[in-house]
């Protein structure tokens, strides 16, 4: 399919400069355009693209301000990076859609599939289980026995999702995620150490994304929950009876410990870690590799470090680390004059 500028700018409501008639077909990053895609520029590190790109069309902020002639046709939007996400997901939707169940997929008799399904070759779906209109199961796909899955919602190849799990309206879940293993419980018995039952389920509310290669534990009693809107990156633990809040997003390789309490739009960078039975405040941003030993109770603060502590707090820490190598001189010599000083 093709599109006009003019097309791309009267859907987005944004305005043309250049060629009103340019066409694309598709997209290419700003820094390696070619002639018939569609770049964007959103973040001034590019800015310098703009000018050499072979993109026939650009989408830039309206507060872009260019310092030299452009020679490809630019459509100017409130925000580029929201607008060039609008016109993936068009685009995204317009693909051809996988309907049908496959003749080698496996579902229960009493298991209830949706509407506008697609259900692949060697995928399990189990007892009482409920499937809703216009969810995409793909091959190889584990779905335990009284499992709920909501309208909308994508399993890519090789999810695993155990008894009683409950996924809400239009979750994406990517290849080998696991939802609803058992979580890391035992008891020290006489040197050795003794399971104890998960009995627990988890619940994943709607609008959820969890990249590949997630395991999200059930809980020991009761539930495991990650409410609506949360974006989960690959490689990432969430341990048993934990509670992550709206739209709370986690990089990659995060760990949460179990029964830890995380608050809504809350961020957190790659390769953090929480302790067990905390609770971390609404809009608290975490640095990458950041290890949160006690609970963090004021909303909106930023930390990082291992033990977390204040962002610029660290930040005038770690200026002061970077110069510990000169003080240990200074305080050596100014020891050795005072030695000389004290020997007169």
Known sequence: MEFTAKTIAEFLKGTVEGNPEATVNNVSPIESGKEGTLAFLANPKYAKHVYTTDASIVLVSKDFVAEQEVKTTLVRVEDAYQAFAMLLDLYQQSLPQKIGIDPKASIHETASVGEKCYVGDFAYIGENSTIGNNVK???????????????????????????????????????????????????????????????????IEDHVEIGSNVSIDRATMGATIIRKGVKLDNLIQIAHNVEVGENTVMASQTGISGSTKVGKNCMFGGQTGSAGHITIADGVK??????????????GQAVIGTPAFDFLEAARSMAAYKNLGDLVKRVNQLESELKKLKEK
């Open 137 to 203: 199961i793909y091959p190889q796909v584990y779905i335990g026995d009284n499992v709920t899955i909501g309208d909308d919602c994508i399993l890519y190849p090789g999810v695993k999702v155990y008894l009683g799990s409950s996924i809400g309206k239009d979750c994406i879940i990517h290849a080998g995620s696991v939802i609803g293993s058992d979580g890391f419980g035992f008891a020290p018995t006489d040197g050795s150490y003794k399971k104890i039952p998960q009995l627990g389920v988890v619940i």
């Open 286 to 299: 975490v640095g990458a590799q950041a290890g949160i030993a006690n609970s963090l109770k004021k909303e």
